[in-house]
């Protein structure tokens, strides 16, 4: 009989804390979890609760103080080319034109002129901006900046797309406008999301499984699949009856 593939990420024990002996703090943890491959994972809680800390160590950017973090049945030893990165704010390089910031990672790890051109016009369309690719970043609104950096961040074809508050600066209307990119984006590229908000309405829309964290130090409190996803309206009733147990369950965690 076949082995089962590993979990596209998994979180055994882990805990992170800061601080000397004397004034040492517990930020995150103990947290388990598994988290399958197409999996669009939302975490969800309180101000302070280290949705973003968690975040942080799947992507490599630190060690866990405790546990152990897989990916794809590996152990993360820091960041890699499996694993795209969207934070809150853009951060693209103004200097450089919209389809040159996306062949960025690509060009300094020597993909070919001709693959990195193919590649970035393919997911400038796939984002919506075809028609912007020889733009500066200062030329596009902050919706179309931020649909910049998710292609930027699919270039090197990560099977693991982890997004930071993306959406958090952004007016609402642009911030539904891309909430329904994302999904389709998601849908589309089969990757494995794993995504951060302080908004419940966010979690609920895009989620196929919710995950809140109690106040510091973050525990998961909350493990929720979502309903079968459709093209239908934010208030059907299966998404709100899910939005008052997820709302209940942050209230719960913030006191």
């Given amino acids: 009989m076949a082995e089962s593939s590993p979990p596209a990420v998994e979180l055994s024990g882990v805990s992170l804390s800061y601080g000397g002996r004397r004034d040492r703090v517990l930020a995150l943890g103990p947290v388990d979890a598994r988290i399958e491959a197409g999996e669009f994972v939302v975490i969800v809680g309180p101000s302070g609760c280290g949705k973003s ?5 799947v992507a490599g950017f630190a060690p ?45 790890t020597g993909v070919p002129r001709a693959e990195r051109r193919a590649r970035s016009a393919g997911l400038l369309e796939l984002v919506g901006l075809g028609d912007s690719a ?8 902050g919706g179309m900046q931020q649909r910049a950096a998710i292609a930027r961040a699919l270039a090197p074809d990560p099977a693991i797309l982890l997004m930071d508050e993306p959406f958090a600066a952004l007016d609402a209307l642009t911030r539904e ?31 196929t ?6 106040r510091r130090p973050g525990r998961i409190v909350l493990d929720r699949s979502a309903p079968p996803r459709s093209a239908g309206p ?22």
């Fill in 134 to 141: 020889a733009r500066r970043p200062y030329e596009l609104s």
């Fill in 209 to 214: 499984r919710i995950l809140v964290l109690s």
């Fill in 177 to 207: 406008r891309l909430q329904e990119e994302i999904r389709r984006i998601w849908q589309a590229t089969g990757k494995t999301v794993l995504f951060v908000t302080h908004s419940v309405d966010e979690a609920v829309f895009l989620g």
């Fill in 53 to 57: 800390t968690l975040l942080r160590l």
């Fill in 234 to 255: 934010r208030t059907r009733p299966s998404s709100l009856a899910l939005r008052e147990e997820v709302a209940a369950a942050v209230r719960d965690a913030a006191a």
């Fill in 64 to 108: 866990p103080s405790e546990g152990t973090v897989h990916v794809d049945g590996a152990p993360v030893a820091g960041p890699g080319p499996d694993r795209g990165v969207v934070f809150q704010q853009p951060r693209l390089f103004p200097w450089l034109s919209v389809r040159r910031n996306v062949e960025f990672g690509l060009r300094t």
